[in-house]
């Protein structure tokens, strides 16, 4: 009892935290990309770069430079790995191995933060630092850039420019991440987690043996892992490790982390259409749904029905006990509906039904909340697509925020929302029917399969967060993942921007009697019942094959 109130007072807490910073930074951030002016350090950086910060660019030259700075990051981030050894701060750690770089360089351009590798024994500082947590900030730019264009191509007439990439990109970065991850830095130090530049410390245990303790720049990736969303651990044990998330309050702060930008950017969406009741409505879906699993994984680890785990009065193994069953699924469904895959528990531990809502969460399309940027843009493409359902309900041509759905932008949707589990139920069928990847797994059944599933989930979704009883270190495993992060981020990506061009392009149409009201509670109902049902029918089959098979065993 004592720990369900203590999950619940964190909850609690949670929400007021969210709902204190929910008008200012949505509004903050809303007037960063409507602002004229630019600041001069970005005015110097434009003349550096020679960049037009006062030149508009039509969606397909917007795409290409998302593709275009994506791909150098990911070519510079996989040299860094390659060349290690030449690097300062490498403490005579080698080059990371060709599969692994080029996994692990995809995972953080993708801010997927998979990885396959132990961070403490496998990359120095300079990778870490130069490397990692540049690409956590830049990865998240990359989304909230997206996210901004399509609201403009709701909120533009008659145009072919959705803005400036490279303008969106720096003042992401410059104004917005970076402010906030320094805070939240120097927070997180407070707080107790580390931050060094010695390669370790050398201990003596209780039975007398020498030890060497790992050490790392912590505090800073830590910060921008969370708020960017993330995830990659610069430590194996992720948000487990004592200096990465010491106590219950770092614990919570990290969470709250999580949730800040894709939380607030609703706001943003509705300040930007001149609306906000319509992205109240868009958070009252995510809130739902992001409580709804909650309740369900909660529910699952207080109620398991395992013998062992039965006398423990709970699921425990797998989980710190400074923070026990409520923070530990708090954390779980947090970070996999925000596209964070940090974890401070094994989800692999987890009892079939939280297994199984941590894995639903992130195939329901990560738009509870979702990722920075992604998670906007994800849940207005699925208000697109419900609009689009309740305009062949009625028989009329769909409208959402004054502009016609027609065929190219339901196709541009269409196209968004089927990528994810093409990829998701392709690759775990190859990785199971293949006979050469059954070693990998170190469990067999129900639950063997639910870890090859949540991997491709996971990757497809760009979330990093994984069922740790599969091994994914072997070439097959190392380049389908990389392609599915691959195309799990940029072809939704080009289909969005796609759609925004197509948006506005339009001239705006005022509503009429017919034209359904966006920014009423049944418009909620609607986006929400899309959202389940685009997931129950697409893998409620796979679902049965596991983690459902396992919690009803």
């Known amino acids: 009892m004592s720990d369900t109130l203590a999950g619940l007072f964190q909850v609690a807490a949670l929400l007021v935290l969210l709902g204190v910073c929910y008008v200012p930074l949505g509004d903050y951030m809303a007037r960063v990309f409507t602002a004229e002016r630019h600041w001069r350090i970005e005015s110097m950086l434009y003349r550096l770069v020679r960049v037009d910060a006062s030149s508009g660019q039509r969606w397909p030259t917007y795409a290409a430079g998302v593709l275009g700075f994506s791909f150098v990051s990911c070519a510079l981030l996989y040299l860094l790995q390659r060349l290690q050894p030449v690097l300062p701060a490498s403490f005579g750690r080698g080059p990371v191995p060709p599969a692994t770089a080029f996994n692990t360089a995809v995972s953080f351009v993708t801010n997927t933060n998979w990885q396959s590798y132990v961070p403490e024994q496998t990359l120095g500082d300079t990778v870490q630092m130069a490397g990692l947590t540049v690409q956590n900030v830049l990865s998240a730019a990359v989304g909230l850039a997206v996210a901004v264009a399509l609201i403009r191509g709701f909120v533009r007439s008659g145009t072919d420019r959705l803005g400036n990439v490279w303008v969106d990109l720096t003042r992401g970065t410059v104004r917005i991440l970076l402010p906030l991850a320094f805070v939240a830095a120097v927070l997180l130090l407070v707080m107790g987690v580390t931050m060094s530049l010695h390669a370790g410390v050398d201990t003596t245990g209780v039975d007398g043996a020498a030890h060497t303790l790992p050490l790392a720049p912590t505090a800073s990736q830590e910060a921008i892992k969370q708020l960017g969303t993330n995830g990659g651990g610069i430590f194996n044990a992720n948000s487990a490790h004592p200096f990465e998330n010491p106590n219950a309050v770092s614990n919570l702060f990290q969470i709250f982390l999580m949730l800040l930008i894709p939380v607030c950017l609703t706001r943003t969406f509705g300040t930007m259409v001149r609306n906000p009741r319509q992205g109240t409505v868009l958070v009252s879906v995510m809130g739902v749904l992001w409580a709804g699993l909650l309740a369900v994984a909660w529910y699952a680890e ?222 909620a109902v609607l986006v929400g019942g899309t959202v389940v049902l685009v997931a129950a029918l697409t893998f409620f089959p796979a679902l049965a094959l596991g983690p459902i098979a396992e919690a009803l065993a």
């Open 302 to 523: 207080m109620h398991p029905n395992g013998p062992a785990a039965l006398a423990a009065g709970g699921a425990l193994e797998g989980k710190e006990v400074r923070f026990g069953i409520p923070s530990s699924v708090l954390f779980g469904i947090s970070t996999t509906g925000t596209s964070t895959g940090a974890v401070n528990s094994m989800h692999d531990s987890f009892t079939g039904g939280a297994g199984g809502a941590t894995l639903l969460n992130m195939l329901l399309g990560e738009v509870a909340p979702g990722g920075v940027g992604t998670g906007l843009y994800g849940i207005l493409v699925l208000a697109v697509i419900a609009v689009f359902l309740a305009g062949l309900m009625v028989g009329r041509t769909p409208e959402y925020l004054g502009k016609k759905l027609g065929r190219r932008e339901v196709t541009a949707a269409a196209v968004s929302i089927l990528v994810m589990p093409t990829i998701v139920l392709i690759g775990a069928g190859l990785a199971i029917a293949l006979p050469g990847t059954a070693g990998a797994l170190n469990n067999g059944g129900a639950h063997g399969f639910s870890e090859v599933l949540y991997a491709y989930a996971s990757t497809a979704n760009n979330n990093g967060s994984a069922f740790a009883g599969i091994t994914v270190t072997g070439n097959f495993f190392q380049s389908t993942l990389g392609v599915a992060m691959l195309l799990g981020r940029f072809v939704p990506i080009l289909a969005v921007l796609a759609l925004a061009g197509s948006l506005a392009a339009q001239r705006r149409v005022e509503p009429g009697a017919g034209t359904l009201p966006t920014d009423k509670p049944q418009f």
